[in-house]
């Protein structure tokens, strides 16, 4: 096949071990087209046991047949990726390198890829110095699987993410010190990442004026030792103010997709969602670096184009690794047969029971989804966080609310049922999933009507922490973006937390034992949506509780509501650590 003496010799060596696979990769690596389909035929083939290793010959004699002009030039008739091992497909990363992964908080991880980076980090103490970004974090829920482990023995020097939460290991080490840690909305990361892919070197937003990421207050460093200030600059542009969100020059992609054709395309077919990978992969390719994509399988029929998220031009490396089992619930996600409505229910319920950490049913909760679910209205388009807020949706499916409005969720999918738990981002019966920057479009221009979010804290002006505490933290994710520009928001937050027991009977409400830690403080801890913008942006803001309803004014809460069998001097202003409005 005429491959150069190197790539010759250990051919032939691979032929005398009748290494099928090696083969047909060091072959393919340097063949044009007619021959590599042949190559990619004879590896399907051999993968499926169709291939014997004792007819060796025969293939060979197959490849022969082919009649191609052999010496046609490269980059013109032959495709440009490598099918790889793990191990040989993280060779591609060098000391220094800034990697961007394509993931959702715990779904659609690369997970073999990050394990061949721990096992080279293991033997060779490389790759090192690494930067790792990721628009909505990139952990499994396991402390030591994915990349918590290269992470732990010192192998990244900064992460760049919009939420760590499902990365338990590396969040201790982060308020530990161990390396710079960088927390900026998630939605002005995927943009920042697009704006990379069209070579622009940041992205203009004004989400996150006036909370923790504005220079001008916090930064949007974690720890003591993260004081990188290049991250987020306070700017002005024909006389308005602005944040601008510049990220380092990625040139690793880490991407997970479901199949990869003859071409190298990348489909994610069987996939939850395809978050920011196109966006990932133009940008790498625009700073000369590498894209490195795990499949589950090898398909011989190309894609349709539209189902070609990743077109085979931009990867360099594949990797076939067969897909983890997971329970036959998850199938509801992936959007490869219809849902209706009717069946949304059900097939949250076994979601629900096939996740570790789904949510429970109880009476606090249940009080606040449904005095929150009575804010929608028919036609409404809908973002509902994680937590308590997850309790609008039930309360609005039981109401009859559920199929009048369009709910949404950050990773990218319109129009179905957020499942929550370990699969948080995926969709039950989504009528549309896209890219997530085109999402966060939506919500940065004001394109939802309502949102209902959790909170950790909210002061007497209104503002609400959501996304640390004291010696605690998970990340913004998307509620900065959600919340920045949404004409009605929701907080569903308990009143008070640690040992709060309610009660209720017939509608009467009864606060069997008070918490002993306020959600209402003087001054929250970090501010994750500022009051002050809410006003001048004329946005109605509404905080629920299990008790009452406060509604923010310009002169901070104001008490609208108390629900029956609640005493409103010792139940509510009693247990404020300031004055409100009646």
């Known amino acids: 096949l005429n491959l150069g003496p190197a790539k010759h010799e250990e051919g032939v060596i691979c032929i005398a071990n009748q290494r099928i696979p090696n083969v047909c990769r060091i072959a393919g690596a340097a063949c044009c087209g007619a021959i590599r389909n042949e190559i990619f035929r004879g590896h399907q083939l051999w993968s499926k046991g169709l291939l014997p290793q004792l007819i060796l010959p025969q293939f060979c004699i197959m490849l022969m047949n082919v009649r191609v002009n052999c010496t046609t030039k490269y980059k013109e008739n032959s495709f440009m990726y490598e099918i790889m091992t793990s191990d040989e497909a993280i060779r591609l990363i060098r000391d220094g390198d800034c990697i961007c992964v394509n993931s959702f908080v715990g779904i659609e991880n690369p997970v073999e890829l990050h394990e061949a980076i721990y096992r080279r980090y293991q033997k060779m103490q490389s790759p090192t110095h690494l930067t790792i970004i990721s628009s909505a974090g990139f952990g499994v829920?396991?402390?030591?699987?994915?990349?918590?482990?290269?992470?732990?023995?010192?192998?990244?020097?900064?992460?760049?993410?919009?939420?760590?939460?499902?990365?338990?290991?590396?969040?201790?080490?982060?308020?530990?010190?161990?390396?710079?840690?960088?927390?900026?909305?998630?939605?002005?990361?995927?943009?920042?990442?697009?704006?990379?892919?069209?070579?622009?070197?940041?992205?203009?937003?004004?989400?996150?004026?006036?909370?923790?990421?504005?220079?001008?207050?916090?930064?949007?460093?974690?720890?003591?030792?993260?004081?990188?200030?290049?991250?987020?600059?306070?700017?002005?542009?024909?006389?308005?103010?602005?944040?601008?969100?510049?990220?380092?020059?990625?040139?690793?992609?880490?991407?997970?997709?479901?199949?990869?054709?003859?071409?190298?395309?990348?489909?994610?077919?069987?996939?939850?969602?395809?978050?920011?990978?196109?966006?990932?992969?133009?940008?790498?390719?625009?700073?000369?670096?590498?894209?490195?994509?795990?499949?589950?399988?090898?398909?011989?029929?190309?894609?349709?184009?539209?189902?070609?998220?990743?077109?085979?031009?931009?990867?360099?490396?594949?990797?076939?690794?067969?897909?983890?089992?997971?329970?036959?619930?998850?199938?509801a996600l992936t959007g490869s047969f219809e849902i209706p409505y009717e069946e949304w229910s059900s097939w949250s319920e076994k979601i629900d029971h096939a996740s570790v950490s789904s949510s429970k049913n109880h009476t606090i909760g249940n009080i606040i989804g449904r005095r929150a679910a009575q804010e929608l209205r028919v036609d409404d388009i809908v973002n509902i966080g994680i937590g308590l807020p997850e309790m609008v949706s039930r309360f609005a499916r039981k109401n009859g609310m559920l199929d009048m409005v369009t709910l949404t969720v950050e990773s990218g999918g319109i129009g179905g049922f957020p499942v929550s738990g370990e699969a948080f981002g995926a969709m039950i019966g989504a009528a549309s999933v896209y890219d997530m920057a085109n999402q966060f479009d939506l919500y940065n221009n004001g394109g939802l009507d309502i949102c209902f979010m959790g909170a950790l804290e909210a002061d007497r002006y209104g503002n609400i922490n959501a996304h640390r505490g004291p010696g605690a933290f998970a990340g913004i994710g998307g509620f900065a973006n959600i919340t920045a520009n949404t004409p009605t928001v929701v907080f569903c937050m308990s009143f008070n937390t640690k040992g709060l027991e309610v009660s209720q009977q017939k509608g009467i409400v009864t606060i069997e034992k008070e918490g002993s830690v306020s959600k209402f403080v003087e001054k929250v801890h970090s501010v994750s949506f500022s009051a002050k913008r809410a006003i001048e942006n004329g946005q109605k803001v509404l905080y629920v509780t299990e008790r009452c309803v406060f509604r923010l004014t310009p002169k901070g809460l104001k008490l609208i509501e108390v629900y029956p069998g609640i005493d409103i001097q010792k139940d509510i202003l009693d247990q404020l650590p300031f004055p409100v409005e009646v």
Not at 214 to 224: L, M, S
């Open 141 to 331: 829920w396991d402390k030591d699987r994915n990349a918590e482990g290269y992470i732990r023995e010192g192998a990244v020097d900064r992460l760049i993410c919009g939420h760590f939460g499902a990365m338990p290991s590396t969040k201790r080490l982060v308020l530990e010190d161990r390396f710079e840690a960088y927390n900026l909305p998630l939605g002005c990361i995927s943009h920042a990442i697009r704006a990379q892919a069209g070579g622009l070197p940041g992205a203009l937003s004004k989400v996150g004026l006036d909370i923790f990421v504005d220079p001008r207050k916090e930064g949007p460093g974690i720890n003591r030792i993260s004081i990188d200030d290049s991250l987020v600059k306070h700017v002005e542009v024909d006389g308005e103010e602005f944040l601008y969100y510049k990220l380092p020059l990625i040139n690793i992609a880490l991407i997970k997709g479901t199949a990869a054709d003859r071409k190298g395309n990348i489909s994610f077919d069987d996939m939850f969602m395809s978050g920011d990978a196109l966006s990932i992969c133009q940008a790498v390719k625009a700073n000369r670096g590498k894209v490195i994509v795990q499949v589950d399988r090898l398909v011989d029929t190309p894609s349709r184009p539209r189902n070609a998220i990743i077109p085979g031009c931009l990867v360099d490396a594949i990797v076939v690794v067969e897909p983890e089992k997971r329970n036959e619930a998850y199938t």
